[in-house]
């Protein structure tokens, strides 16, 4: 059983295929986090609650144990997942144990029920297991069982506790646009280290992930790693909290900051999913792990089997920016069907009255001017072409020089004595009004309604300012951070229902919103504006971490052509696409890249769906003095098929190139690698050679890249 109660105690065991996770109940009725980490052999080995004292008058039993969900009230100071006002005024709450249900099957879930009887509060903890992956899903809800309102100023989705200690360390996801998803680390000392936006989005400057390694520190390979995510694309929140009593806690869900939220009686608020993992695999198997799950049990499976590979698209955006018009994108599509590209999209620049980023935002009809007779001629012309038709839409957003916003000006976020900020000249859309987020619902249903469209890229290019709904019902105002997201999670639910042939990219101004919420929608993000193939590999790395190859979106645009196969393959490595004005690309090149979508078709599926390892970081983990190189392998899932690419960042003093060692081979199994280098014949060796001895990379100068294939053959 993957949970189950030790005895006739109130305490659970949550195990998945490698690891445990345990909490119970004390003798004063608290929740208590009693352990995570691996699986042990005998019930007894688990660690019960406890109650001790500590000698320190500024201390007391409660806040020297871990508790699994902490409400603010009584002598604790760590950060709370809770944090109520009741209507008397009363600002603590006082949560003891109240019931539990456990229930089977293919994913199993535990919920534990807590109270605050006095005034009428249930609070809801649920853990979902996916033991194949060693995850567990965590968020809480709280009822309003009493008779009067209850402001909620702060609800964390739950808190990780680690075994107390210290020497700890904390790898988180960080950066800016343009240089999103930057591998960070950081050894924790006493005191609190707080990852999150406040921008409304997710957003570029840090990502909604963490790892914890220990004292002993972890690497691709090795090593105890905790990891965790939030399923949440608006304002969050993650702590990383080092206790002067040793304790280590991250807790964390939807930002506190700005927000409440009314219960009324009767009424139930949920938090979102934070995702929690454990491994003495190291950061490569916390990675694959999380992979997995994705590719099970997150991304969208509305479009018939969930698993459908992603397609080679062109994009307009980087070859003509906002100049579309049937005839300027004629003779690209043409060229871009001749390469084997499978999906066209039309980026911004097609509606409206928008010619550059300053108006038209909202007006999601065709530009007249541009497409005199709508869209349909253009996606008939792409579909003869054997291609399937995209398009980009940007709908939280209105330049205030827009139809939209001169007969609404009431629709957007707005405190009416504070001027509106403008970000790149545009308004955030007040989504949480219901007829706002019901005209932009049907504005878009009517595009896809209307149109023999595939395809949506979703942007978001601007944070929240002056986040006033002056309408809102009383006491209601600082819900927009959350109502906002559940307004687009809402929308998009509805348009995927309504239109189940249609995929959705996630983008905000890059990589802006790349979460494990947004995900449960969308079937890939854009991870980035900066389309750079050498600085990609650093933002492709750190999206590893976190996401699975099958979601990253990566281009080959006009700033690869002095370096068009290094482009390609750093663009293979995700999900394969092309934005560049290819009616200035000579024969020669086009023929590289026919060449190069040819193979990626061929590999994608390893690619998108196999099990990926970090060879050598870009960063230099791995590479010689004198050569800085990057590898990624990735193997598929039966293990008989893998691809590695290898790029060549910089050689110096003609330092020979280091060995690759491959992962994930079958030991006793004869692969035959093929492509190292230009005129490499096939070789045939053991998965245990290529891993115990590897390949020698036939690299020589800078951006020098290789995609090497290896097959498992009989002989
Ligand atoms: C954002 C996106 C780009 C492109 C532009 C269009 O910056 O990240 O890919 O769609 O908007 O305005």
């Given at each position: 059983m993957a949970i189950r109660r030790l005895g006739d105690e109130n305490t659970w065991v949550l195990e998945t295929e490698l690891t445990a996770y345990v909490l119970g109940v004390d003798k004063q009725g608290g929740l208590q986090h009693l352990y995570w980490g691996d699986r042990l052999p005998l019930d007894r080995d688990y660690p019960r609650p406890t109650l001790a004292l500590f000698d320190s008058p500024f201390e007391s039993p409660r806040s020297i144990v871990y508790e699994e969900y902490p409400a603010w009230g009584g002598i604790k100071f760590t950060e709370p997942c809770l944090k109520v006002c009741h209507a008397d005024g009363v600002r603590t709450s006082a949560l003891v144990y109240d019931f539990s249900e456990m229930s089977e099957g293919a994913i199993p879930e535990l919920v534990i029920g807590l109270k605050d009887s006095q005034y009428g509060l249930v609070i809801r903890l649920h853990y979902k297991l996916y033991e194949e992956f060693d995850i567990i899903e965590r968020y809480a809800e709280v009822a309003n069982d009493g008779a009067r309102a209850v402001i909620i100023e702060q609800i964390l989705s739950a808190a990780w506790a680690f075994p107390k200690g210290t020497g700890y360390r904390l790898t988180y996801l960080a950066g800016r646009w343009g240089a999103e998803t930057q591998v960070r680390r950081l050894s924790l000392e006493q005191g609190k280290f707080v990852l999150e936006?406040?921008?409304?989005?997710?957003?570029?400057?840090?990502?909604p992930w963490f790892a914890i390694d220990g004292r002993e520190r972890a690497t691709e390979e090795t090593g105890r790693v905790w990891y965790g995510a939030l399923s949440w694309s608006g304002s969050w929140k993650i702590v990383v909290e080092q206790t002067s009593l040793g304790q280590l806690i991250v807790s964390g869900g939807i930002n506190d900051f700005d927000f409440t939220w009314l219960l009324e009686p009767g009424e139930v608020f949920k938090t979102p999913v934070f995702v929690g993992g454990y491994t003495t695999g190291g950061f490569g198997a916390a990675s694959r792990n999380m992979h997995g799950y994705q590719l099970k049990h997150v991304l969208p499976k509305a479009q018939g089997d969930g698993s459908r590979l992603r397609k080679v698209l062109f994009n307009s955006w980087e070859a003509v920016g906002f100049n579309v018009s049937t005839d300027s994108l004629a003779t690209l599509a043409e060229k871009a069907a001749s390469l084997g590209v499978e999906l066209f999209v039309v980026d911004d620049g097609w509606f409206g009255s928008r010619n550059d980023d300053t108006a038209g935002l909202g007006d999601w009809r065709p530009s007249p001017r541009k497409f005199p007779n709508g869209l349909k001629p253009l996606i008939e012309r792409v579909r003869d072409l054997g291609m399937e038709f995209g398009i980009w839409v940007e709908p939280e957003m209105v330049n205030p020089d827009s139809d939209l916003y001169r007969g609404h000006p009431d629709w957007v976020y707005n405190f009416p004595t504070m001027p509106r900020s403008q970000g790149r000249n545009q308004l955030v859309l007040n989504l949480s009004r219901n007829d706002v987020k019901e005209y932009i619902f049907h504005c878009l249903d009517r595009l896809l309604s209307d149109n023999d469209i595939a395809f949506v890229k979703w942007d978001a290019n601007r944070h929240f300012s002056e986040p006033g709904w002056p309408e809102s019902p009383e006491g209601r105002e600082r819900e927009v951070w959350v109502r906002h997201v559940l307004a687009v999670y809402d929308i998009l639910d509805r348009l995927r229902q309504a239109h189940p042939q249609v995929a959705f990219e996630s983008c905000s101004g890059g990589g802006g919103r790349v979460d494990l919420g947004i995900l449960r929608r969308t079937d890939q993000v854009w991870p980035s504006d900066n389309t750079d193939p050498l600085d990609r590999l650093w933002i492709h790395e750190g999206f590893s971490y976190a996401y699975c190859p099958k979601v990253m979106s990566a281009w080959v645009t006009d700033s690869s052509r002095d370096c068009l196969a290094f482009g390609f393959h750093s663009a293979m490595a995700g999900s394969l696409g092309i934005s560049a004005n290819l009616n200035q690309w000579s024969p020669e090149e086009l023929e590289l890249a026919r060449q190069k979508i040819a193979e990626y078709k061929e590999i994608r599926h390893i690619v998108q769906e196999g099990r990926l390892y970090r060879l050598t970081s870009p960063s230099g983990t791995g590479s010689n003095a004198g050569v800085s190189l990057s590898a990624v392998q990735y193997v598929s899932p039966d293990q008989d098929e893998s691809v590695l690419f290898v790029f060549l960042l910089s050689r110096q003093f003609r330092t020979p190139i280091p060995r690759t060692m491959l992962r994930g081979l079958r030991p006793d199994c004869v692969y035959e690698v093929t492509g190292n280098g230009p005129h490499a014949e096939p070789v045939r060796l053991s998965g245990k050679a290529l891993s115990s001895l590897g390949i020698e990379p036939a690299l020589s100068a800078s951006r020098d890249s290789l995609l090497v294939r290896i097959r498992r053959t009989d002989r």
């Open positions: 936006s406040r921008r409304g989005l997710t957003s570029p400057q840090v990502n």
